[in-house]
């Protein structure tokens, strides 16, 4: 097989068969996608069906914690997740820019297989495109995913209450710390890895015993973009104690060095809670038990009529949160 | 001592703004004092904190320009994306100059067109470039007030100490104590006090704008804070000072542009 | 203009060039003493020295003693304004 991806594994064609089968194929080693037809047969148990969709295009492919792979699968496993959905079957379309490595690819393919496991969910279908040279960077996925919420539950914006607590489950930035420096052209060294992983289980755990109302996982944007998200759904104000928000040394000593702010850094391994008042310390002890949560902190809560995000700061101001404005870019002053 | 705790206690804190309460009960000023500070650091350590909520309303915070690139005309952008456009440059810069709009576009857009625009944590990985490659020049976009300037001399030093030819300096330093002037020549600005930049003053030493009192207003304090100390000054009202018109709002700088004076965390 | 943090000199990295690495926070960084070096001084004698960092440069020495002095007065404002 050639070392890189050509046009002409987009073709359709013999290389196209090939590059199919030795890459995705073989790795996923899934039964429904050996039988290589243009859909998948799935089984659904009972409850309700939920269906989700996203694209990733991290750059660089490769960082510290993880790969576009990985983000894929476990960004779209926690895309159900959140809406209390047992995560089931991925389907996954691949743009390859012509020159990709093939080395590379097998890696990703590999990773998301990985992860797809730790998950618990089936690649069961896919697609291959290959664009010239320029028209995309290295490799774009787009991820789709089924699961089924069980019977009775109903998680969203629409269930927040004022009095509600608000929870994460562990410290946040570790992703977005990561891919910013991701190519280490900044010259930093430091220990910070992304902390991307599947959360259906963490979740499955929380919502099987105590009666969430809400659950997200801040990505894009970080905790500010969710809960202004949350805010505005619901009319409602929610304020948040920064000096509570916990965040690891490592990733404040970047922030500050780089006049990043953690709050808007994306996290691809956490969620953030809410739940009823009487309910949290209930919640933030199971989700200390779970691995995937040992260091989660409640961080705020949900006030009255209001549907701003308002930040308590570490020497007693007040603040609002608002909705970052593009990606954090490394600033002097 | 890690020498940033220290210096963010939320018990320290709160006693000097009850101490600065007590101060203004008995100084009973007659319409609120205006305060400037004119280092970016400082408008975001402000914000960030909560400073501006945090403090009685009889104290107003004027944010001056201390946004180096944004005090600069937008032709200066447009030079550094020019040469971005040049297919042999590397046009390397730091983060906060990425978009800032020029007269068209801005280096963010233009590096999303295909511009080789690099973001830098220092002059020095700029010059690391270079090394690495001889074929292209490498340019740097120098921005920055007093504080950075040193470090793009110094840069361009040792790139002259190790011969290297092919990196250059697109030198847009700004100094402060001028862009201080030029507010304080504005009659619409009527400012009580400044908090003049920390770190500059490290550099060019605090006695450089001591003319903002001895030449303005004979009793206009006035405190060099470098960022770390997120407090503001002990103020105390120059009596009699203000009184024609009384009590305007309008204390905004009008000399720079209006993305300055929003609120600039969270980029 | 104003992103200076405070960061510790861990390691020497080359003298000539003046360059050591300096722990900011958890996060290690190669820094220039270029503008903190005395006449005569070299980066291993500043080995355990705070510092300001910014762009990759140090900046101005920091200690303890200067950082108790800063306190302290900050403690003196709050006392002359309580007490008028």
Known sequence: MNEKVSLAHGSGGLATARLVREVFVETFADPELDRLEDQARIVLPEGQPVFTTDAFVVDPVFFPGGDIGRLAVCGTVNDLAVGGARPLYLGCAFILEEGLALADLRRIAESMKRAADEAGVRLVTGDTKVVPRGAADRVFITTSGVGVVPPGLDLGAHRLRPGDRILVSGPLGDHGAAVVDARGELGLEHDIVSDCQPLADLVEALVSQVPVHALRDPTRGGLAAVLNEWAQASGLDLTVEEAAVPVRNAVRGLCELLGLDPLYLACEGRVVAAVPSAAADAALALLRRHPRGREAARIGEVNGAGGTVILETPIGGRRLLDLPVGEPLPRIC | MRYLDEFRDPAAARRLVAGIEAALARLKPDRPLQIMEFCGGHTHTIFRYGLHQLLPESVEWVHGPGCPVCVLPRERIDLAIALARWPQVILTSFGDALRVPGSETSLLQVRRQGADVRVVYSPLDALEQARREPQRQVVFFAIGFETTAPATAFTVLQAAAEGIANFSVLCQHVTSPEAVRALLADPALRLDGIVAPGHVSTVVGADTFAFIAEDYRTSMPNAASPSGLRRPPKRTCPAGRCSKGGCGRNGAPTSAPPAVRKRRWGR | ?84
């Open chain 3, 1 to 84: 203009m104003c992103l200076g943090v405070p960061g510790r000199i861990v390691e020497v990295v080359d003298e000539r060039r003046r360059l050591a690495r300096v722990d900011i926070g958890g996060v290690v960084r190669e820094v220039s003493l270029a503008c903190v070096l005395e006449d005569g001084q070299r980066c291993a004698d500043l080995l355990g020295a705070w510092v300001i960092v910014h762009v990759g440069f140090a900046l101005s020495r920091i200690d303890a003693a200067e950082a108790r002095r800063t306190l302290a007065l900050l403690g003196q404002l709050e006392g002359d304004a309580l007490s008028g």
